[in-house]
C-alpha cells in the first residue's frame, strides 16, 4: 500500500486545484520557507482523520480553508483527496485503488468524508486505515518535534503507537467497543429488573384486593342462597 496520488483544492495556500503524484518510492519535495510544503503533510493528516486544531497549525478547523491573499480572493470551501494503491489490501477494503475526501465549508462549519466517492461517517475512515500505518498515533507522518516527544512520552501513550505498528490497535478498539456495548447492555438489565421489581409491589397489593373481592362475592351468593331458602 502506498500514496499513488494528493488533490487539494481550497486547502490552506492551496487556493487552486492541485494534483500531486508520487510516482516513485521515495519523492521529495523541496522549497524555500512559506511555499507550502508543510501544507501537504497537513492535509494528508487533514483526511486521515486528524481532529486537533493545533496539530493543523490552525485556531479554528475553517482555518484550513483558504483565507485569500492581494492577489486571490478567498474561497469557501476546502477539499483534500488521496489516492491509495491497496493491491496488497493493506487497508481495509477490497478495492485496488481507495480514495478518500474530506471537506469543510466555510459558512456552515459542516465536514463531509467520502472513501470512493460514497459518502461516509468519519469514524468509517478511521477504522478503513487502522493497523494499515496510517493511524493516527502512528510514525508514519513524524513532525517537527514527533521524536523528542515519542521519547518524553508517557508508557501510556508510547505504548498506543507501538499497538498501532504491530497491528493490535483494531483489536483493542474493538475490545473496547464491545465491553462498552456490554455495560449498556448491562444497564439496560438493571433497569428492566427495576421495573419489574416495582411492577411486582405493585401487583401484591391488587392480588390481596382480588382475593378480598373474590371471598366478598362467594359470601354474598352464599347469603342470597340462604335468604332465598328461608322465603322458600
Known amino acids: 500500500m502506498f500514496l499513488k496520488r ?8 492551496f487556493a487552486d486545484k492541485v494534483t500531486i503524484n508520487f510516482d516513485h518510492p521515495v519523492t521529495g519535495v523541496v522549497g524555500p520557507n512559506g511555499c507550502g510544503k508543510s501544507n501537504i503533510t ?81 469514524k468509517d475512515i478511521l477504522d478503513l486505515v487502522t493497523d494499515s500505518g496510517l493511524g493516527r498515533d502512528s510514525l508514519s507522518m513524524i513532525s517537527q518535534g514527533s521524536i523528542s516527544q515519542f521519547a518524553e512520552a508517557k508508557p501510556a501513550d508510547r505504548r498506543l503507537i507501538f499497538e498501532e505498528a504491530a497491528g493490535v490497535a483494531k483489536y483493542k478498539k474493538r475490545k473496547t467497543e464491545s465491553l462498552s456495548k456490554l ?8 433497569r428492566v429488573l427495576d421495573i419489574i421489581n416495582e411492577l411486582e409491589r405493585q401487583v401484591l397489593p391488587l392480588k390481596k384486593a382480588a382475593k378480598k373481592a373474590e371471598i366478598y362475592a362467594e359470601k354474598k351468593n352464599e347469603l342470597q342462597q340462604i335468604e332465598t331458602a328461608v322465603l322458600i
Open 42 to 122: 497537513d492535509a494528508i493528516r487533514w483526511v486521515l482523520g486528524e481532529q486537533s486544531v493545533k496539530s493543523m497549525r490552525s485556531s479554528t478547523m475553517t482555518d484550513v480553508i483558504f483565507t485569500g491573499s492581494t492577489q486571490r480572493r478567498m474561497v469557501n470551501m476546502a477539499e483534500v483527496t488521496l489516492i491509495f494503491d491497496n493491491s496488497e489490501r493493506s487497508l481495509a477494503s477490497d478495492y485496488h485503488e481507495v480514495e478518500v475526501t474530506r471537506r469543510i465549508h466555510r459558512t456552515s462549519h459542516e465536514g463531509e468524508y467520502y472513501i470512493n466517492k460514497v459518502p461516509c461517517r468519519l
Open 6 to 13: 494528493i488533490e487539494m483544492h481550497g486547502f490552506k495556500s
Open 183 to 190: 455495560e449498556r447492555t448491562q444497564e439496560n438489565m438493571d
